[in-house]
């Protein structure tokens, strides 16, 4: 989540470029050094000239009384010795934490800014819109905004044990919560109903709110409950998820990592029923 003392703004104030925060993405992955663990991002005079002109960057924002600025690195660009590029999940607990969820809203908009060159209506190219995020079709004149996907998470208890469950897509061991994304015309509340049954075929009952999170893989916001078991066996779908299982709230397998909304909503649930 961002810095409380993030401040949005679409382009740079007097004052506050002379060591701007530069968040440099080649694909999905940013540029950093690393020393003893930790990393650090580059400054102005590391980059090559093109990547800071008007057109090839990004204002996300001010922290700290400087720019935060989102860009792409060349293709054609040789990454200088002592410095490389790393997912940006690879970067939590080695890059300040304030750092990682700009770093994500960064990814975001660099990913944003790639994948929509050309309009999605009549294929000519577009621009960026002045005055707010937005490409601007020449043709047309259709507004394409970042894509945000929301997305619900919910933990299902039942007395003292937690329904955790692993996705094919999980690292080795890892358990979480039940997730999925929001459809057309779906409240919240829906999805969270259609996906618990589509993928282990329960009923819940009492949904309470519990936070959101952006997620940054690329795009979603995660909007998370907890709800009770109603009725029903778990059966796993064999598609999203591939196995589901009650825990008691003292034998919990591996956790997602502890930046992840996931993590917190099953430790600060599991710390209510006690």
Same mark, same amino acid.
């Given at each position: 989540?961002?810095?409380? @003392?993030?401040? &949005?703004?679409?382009?740079?104030?007097?004052? &506050? =470029?002379?060591?701007?925060?530069?968040?440099?993405?080649?694909? $999905?992955?940013?540029?950093?050094? +690393?020393?003893?663990?930790?990393?650090?991002?580059?400054?102005?005079?590391?980059?090559?000239?093109?990547?800071?002109?008007?057109?090839?960057?990004?204002?996300?924002?001010?922290?700290?009384?400087?720019?935060?600025?989102?860009?792409?690195?060349?293709?054609?660009?040789?990454?200088?010795?002592?410095?490389?590029?790393?997912?940006?999940?690879? &970067?939590?607990?080695?890059?300040?934490?304030?750092?990682?969820?700009?770093?994500?809203?960064?990814?975001? *908009?660099?990913?944003?800014?790639?994948?929509?060159?050309?309009?999605?209506?009549?294929?000519?190219?577009?621009?960026?819109? +002045?005055?707010?995020?937005?490409?601007?079709?020449?043709?047309?004149?259709?507004?394409?905004?970042?894509?945000?996907?929301?997305?619900?998470?919910?933990?299902?208890?039942?007395?003292?044990?937690?329904?955790?469950?692993?996705?094919?897509?999980?690292?080795?061991? *890892?358990?979480?919560?039940?997730?999925?994304?929001?459809?057309?015309?779906?409240?919240?509340?829906?999805?969270?109903?259609?996906?618990?049954?589509?993928?282990?075929? *329960?009923?819940? #009952? $009492?949904?309470?709110?519990?936070?959101?999170?952006?997620?940054?893989? /690329?795009?979603?916001? =995660? *909007?998370?409950?907890?709800?009770?078991?109603?009725?029903? @066996?778990?059966?796993? @779908?064999?598609?999203?998820?591939?196995?589901?299982?009650?825990?008691?709230?003292?034998?919990?397998?591996?956790? /997602?990592?502890?930046?992840?909304?996931?993590?917190?909503?099953?430790?600060?649930?599991? #710390?209510?029923?006690?």
């Amino acid at each position: 989540m961002l810095a409380a @003392d993030f401040l &949005t703004v679409l382009t740079p104030r007097p004052g &506050t =470029m002379t060591a701007p925060w530069l968040f440099a993405f080649r694909g $999905n992955e940013m540029l950093v050094s +690393e020393n003893a663990g930790l990393v650090t991002l580059p400054s102005a005079e590391l980059l090559p000239p093109s990547c800071l002109d008007i057109e090839s960057t990004h204002c996300i924002g001010e922290w700290r009384g400087q720019t935060c600025l989102a860009l792409e690195l060349p293709a054609e660009w040789t990454i200088p010795g002592g410095w490389q590029t790393l997912a940006l999940r690879a &970067t939590y607990l080695r890059l300040d934490e304030p750092l990682f969820w700009i770093a994500g809203r960064a990814f975001q *908009i660099v990913h944003w800014d790639r994948t929509h060159r050309f309009c999605g209506c009549c294929g000519a190219p577009t621009v960026l819109h +002045e005055g707010e995020r937005a490409r601007l079709c020449v043709r047309c004149n259709l507004l394409a905004y970042p894509r945000i996907s929301p997305a619900i998470m919910v933990l299902i208890t039942r007395g003292r044990e937690l329904l955790l469950l692993r996705s094919p897509n999980f690292p080795p061991g *890892i358990y979480s919560a039940l997730a999925g994304f929001v459809e057309p015309g779906e409240t919240l509340e829906q999805t969270v109903v259609r996906e618990v049954r589509e993928e282990v075929g *329960i009923e819940v #009952k $009492n949904l309470r709110y519990f936070g959101s999170q952006p997620w940054p893989f /690329p795009h979603s916001l =995660m *909007i998370a409950f907890s709800a009770e078991y109603a009725s029903g @066996d778990v059966t796993p @779908d064999g598609r999203e998820v591939e196995s589901a299982n009650w825990y008691d709230i003292d034998q919990l397998p591996p956790l /997602p990592f502890p930046a992840s909304i996931a993590h917190r909503l099953i430790v600060s649930i599991a #710390k209510q029923l006690r």
